[in-house]
């Protein structure tokens, strides 16, 4: 199966700085892959260089089999949602039209109602005619998670999706998430939540100053030797009753 997204030897600057090191990755339909790494390790870098928002140095990035810097924005908006860590919004719009953004290949009424169909999945419903500026950073994060899912692409990119959500949010955010893996998209996440990650990805990238040093599924990526290495923790995955749970400490 060929990958809806991939990364060769992808390197990125910001002013002199190389924030992101011959990188390559590589992702398909039907799985959940979680972007881990500790704060300045390139996470966010990443997917903005690899999605073109970022231009590279060297390498190239492909969505579907075509290289980024060559497709026109509608083409790239039909192969990839891309959701920004970044929630700041210019305009108080309802929440209606800002999750109709991300159906702009439909017309207005059928943009629409798919925009209130992904806010009832978000729990968001009630928010529809409210302007996006008048509500909590929580409610904002569901409108704006409402406008990923009305791309219905086939691969979907949040940045950061859970952060600043209570816990109840979150596990929601990442059931809708699963969702659309189950339906056969991939989905690229970046968490903070080591255990949240090994708990709800399939694989694990893990980044350390700018470079891949581990991709594997949950056990292996966030093994005892990569936790102390990339996050200076003494500890291991744990299976319980309600999945891996990191038991770790600060080394000493």
């Known amino acids: 199966m060929s990958a809806l997204w991939a990364l060769h030897g992808l390197s990125v600057r910001q002013g002199r700085k190389t924030v992101v090191d011959t990188t ?4 398909s339909a039907g799985e959940l892959v979680g ?3 500790p704060n300045g390790a390139g996470k966010t870098s990443l997917l903005r260089g690899g999605l073109g928002l970022l231009p ?43 999750a109709a953004l991300g159906a ?10 798919l925009a209130l169909a992904c806010l009832a999945r978000v729990g968001a419903r009630e928010l529809a005619d409210r302007g996006v500026l008048d509500m909590s950073g929580g409610e904002r ?3 704006l998670l409402a406008r990923l899912l ?24 990442l059931d ?25 990805c399939d694989r694990i990238v893990v980044m350390s100053r700018g470079r891949v040093v581990a991709d594997a599924p949950p056990r292996e990526a966030l093994s005892s030797a990569v936790l102390a290495e990339v996050f200076g923790l003494d500890g291991a995955l744990i299976e319980t009753e309600a999945g891996l749970v990191l038991a770790a400490r600060r080394r000493a």
Do not use: C, I
């Open 56 to 98: 590279a140095v060297a390498g190239e990035a492909l969505l579907s089999g075509q290289e980024v810097k060559h497709l026109a924005p509608e083409a790239r908006a039909s192969l990839v949602g891309y959701l920004p860590q970044d929630r700041r919004l210019a305009w108080n719009a309802p929440a209606r039209m800002v």
């Open 24 to 27: 390559a990755l590589s992702v």
């Open 104 to 113: 702009s290949d439909l017309g207005d009424a059928a943009a629409d109602s």
């Open 176 to 200: 809708l998430l699963r969702a659309e893996v189950a339906r056969g998209a991939a989905v690229v996440v970046t968490l903070h939540d080591l255990g949240l990650a090994a708990r709800t």
């Open 141 to 143: 994060a569901r409108v």
């Open 150 to 173: 009305a791309t219905r692409a086939p691969l979907l990119v949040a940045d950061e999706p859970v952060a600043g959500l209570d816990p109840d949010a979150q596990l929601l955010t």
């Open 35 to 37: 972007v881990v790494g």
